[in-house]
């Protein structure tokens, strides 16, 4: 992968973001990426590889959205760290099984075992009712803020 293409891809990714007013979900996948690094090299290696050679080349080419790409980045991710299941929050607080990256839906990652669920894509502004499932399920707070 050239430093071309990680340009490319950056720049179209910007561009994303900044039209559609969504968080860059970067920050949170870096983490991600450091639990996967301690607990699976294997799976580590495999997200690495999968960056350069399949995510930034098609987001650079225009064969994927940038952000609906990025967040499939995420759901992989989360798959790797902890094998479950991803559902897609609707602004009512519904989850439905995540079939594509709907960006006005809140995705997380629900492990099989134990342990909170995985952030994957927020939506650019989380509704009363995905901030709710948000704060229970990835953040375990008990308390509603009133």
Do not use: C
């Not at 983490?31 to 098609?58: F, H, I, M, T, W």
């Not at 006005?104 to 994957?120: E, N």
């Amino acid at each position: 992968m050239s430093d071309d293409v990680t340009k490319q891809a950056d720049e179209i990714l910007k561009a994303a973001l900044e039209a559609t007013g969504a968080r860059d979900p970067r920050e949170f996948y870096r983490d991600r990426l450091q639990e996967l690094k301690q607990a699976n090299p294997d799976g580590y290696r495999e997200a690495v590889a999968y960056y350069r050679e399949s995510l930034l080349p098609s987001i650079a080419e225009g064969t994927a959205p940038a952000l609906e790409a990025w967040t499939e980045y995420g759901r992989r991710l989360a798959e790797a760290v902890a094998p479950g299941r991803t559902v897609s929050v609707d602004d009512t607080g519904l989850a439905h099984e995540y079939e594509d990256p709907d960006l006005d839906r809140l995705h997380l990652h629900i492990p099989s075992g134990k342990g909170r669920a995985l952030l994957v894509g927020l939506p650019p502004n989380l509704s009363a009712a995905q901030r709710a499932t948000y704060d229970v399920l990835v953040a375990g707070k008990q308390k509603f803020k009133k």
